[in-house]
């Protein structure tokens, strides 16, 4: 008699289900996992520097940081300490608010002896590189409608920093140059250049103080320097000295600005990168 098969005799062949993953992959995945955990962790207490803000101020612990906001974004205004700015002989020193932040200073050195025509000096920063920043003052000043003459952006290592510098001339007009007539609707030609001079006298007393009404009436030239240094945070340290005179001639001179400069980056202290 033939033998019946295994088949025929009702025994079926049965598969092994092996698990998903080997130990070797799970134990490769466990690794993976762990060491995501620990870059969160860290990633969470990761302190990139940003100053603390209490009440909306930035808590600091003097009173001549240098800070600039790193964000882009003013609703995440995040803060950081670029440096320090140190006394300039001769100068007596003013921390202002900046108008577009309160929490970011700005540094105003006025000079005692005024005889070379520098009449202050201005420390600040912003979230830009030096020439970057740089080039978007001077595009921004080109545009500006007036008479503006803007020098070449120049390069040199000033007490031991790298700096971008550049020279420029601004004109103030008269302000009986800049007033515009404006008819006055029924009445006579008397009455209205009699009005005329009125509107004029108001709009110059609005715009410039009383003491600086001889100025603004015969007009006045302002000599600068601007300059800037590359800090962290890709940000930058802003310099700038100035004089006022009403002739040209009359400005401090390029050596009396590049001397005023010098000082002032003298008594910047930066922050490590």
């Known amino acids: ?60 612990e003097g009173d001549n940081w240098l800070i600039v906001n790193g964000s882009n974004v003013r609703g995440r205004a995040r803060y950081f300490k670029l440096g320090e700015i140190g006394e300039i002989d001769g100068t007596s020193r003013e921390k202002r608010a900046m108008v577009t932040d309160i929490n970011l200073p700005e540094y105003v050195f006025t000079p005692q002896d005024t005889a070379d025509g520098v009449t202050d000096i201005r420390v600040a920063c912003g979230h830009s590189s030096a020439a970057g920043m740089a080039q978007y003052t001077m595009n921004t000043m080109t545009a500006l409608e007036g008479e503006m003459e803007i020098g070449e952006l120049q390069t040199a290592e000033i007490a031991g920093h790298n700096v971008q510098y550049y020279y420029y001339t601004s004109h103030a007009r008269p302000a009986e140059e800049t007033a515009e007539a404006q008819p006055v609707e029924g009445a006579d030609e008397a009455a209205a250049e009699a009005q005329v001079a009125e509107d004029t006298d108001e709009a110059a007393d609005e715009a410039q103080p009383a003491e600086d009404a001889d100025d603004q009436a015969a007009g006045s030239y302002t000599r600068s320097i601007a300059a800037y240094i590359d800090a962290a945070h890709d940000s930058c340290i802003v310099l700038n000295a100035e004089g006022s005179a009403e002739t040209v001639e009359a400005c401090p001179t390029d050596e009396a600005l590049m001397d005023a400069l010098t000082r002032a980056v003298s008594a910047v202290t930066l922050e490590q990168k």
């Open 1 to 60: 008699m033939a033998k019946k098969s295994a088949k025929s005799k009702g025994y079926r062949r049965q598969s092994v289900k092996k698990p998903y993953l080997s130990k070797k992959e799970i134990l490769i995945l466990c690794l993976v996992v762990l060491v995501v955990g620990i870059g969160a962790i860290l990633l969470f207490r990761y302190d990139d520097g940003a100053l603390k803000v209490q009440d909306g101020a930035v808590v600091t």
